[in-house]
């Protein structure tokens, strides 16, 4: 009798989580997991040509509802090419909190620095337009009561300044609708 082994290899790669199916009026809070570690085991042959790029970890989300989800992640929803087996993945369980997306108007708040010209004052300070639409994670929408801009100086002024400025937020979760 003659028993011949196969000769594997493994290999460790940092696979990239795709989400998909989110449903629309949810939002992803809190820590987002953008990588996985994914060992993969085949032939040395495979093992050396395996391109990277063609590894991912999918989540489904259809159907997905508010609060947090708890994810097993499966060799099953790690896409690999063909002859490549998941051996192990970390980590396997993903925890993710989702939020119903809400909207709402608040006020622009112009940042003015500098000093206008001697015997001047800032009589007042406007935005046009007054007001922005923010959308967001629902918990984070309630908490926000402003945008700010960027800084505008009125070092030296003597007469009206106006400039357009940026509009920006503190909280990176939130975003600006309609421009």
Same mark, same amino acid.
């Given at each position: ?39 993969? %085991? ?95 994670? %629902? ?25 357009? %400025? ?8 939130? %975003?600006?609708?309609?421009?």
């Amino acid at each position: 009798f003659l028993i011949a082994g196969k000769q594997t290899a493994e290999r460790g790669l940092a696979v990239p989580v795709e989400l998909r199916n989110v449903p629309r009026d949810l939002e992803l809070t809190g820590d987002a997991v953008n990588t996985v570690d994914v060992r993969l %085991r085949a032939s040395p042959g495979l093992i050396n040509s395996l391109d990277s790029g063609k590894v991912l970890a999918a989540i489904d989300l259809a159907g997905a509802k508010e609060g947090e989800k708890i994810v097993q992640l499966a060799p099953g929803m790690i896409h690999v090419p063909h002859g490549y087996r998941v051996v192990k993945i970390t980590p396997s369980l993903l925890t993710l909190n989702l939020e119903c997306t809400e909207r709402k108007s608040i006020p622009v708040r112009p940042r003015v620095i500098g000093r206008p010209a001697p015997g001047y004052e800032v009589a007042a300070v406007t935005s046009d337009p007054p007001e922005v639409r923010v959308a967001g994670p %629902r918990s984070r929408v309630q908490e926000i009561e402003s945008a700010f801009t960027e800084p505008l100086s009125v070092e030296g002024a003597s007469s009206l300044v106006t400039e357009p %400025r940026g509009v920006g937020l503190e909280d990176p979760l939130l %975003r600006l609708e309609g421009g």
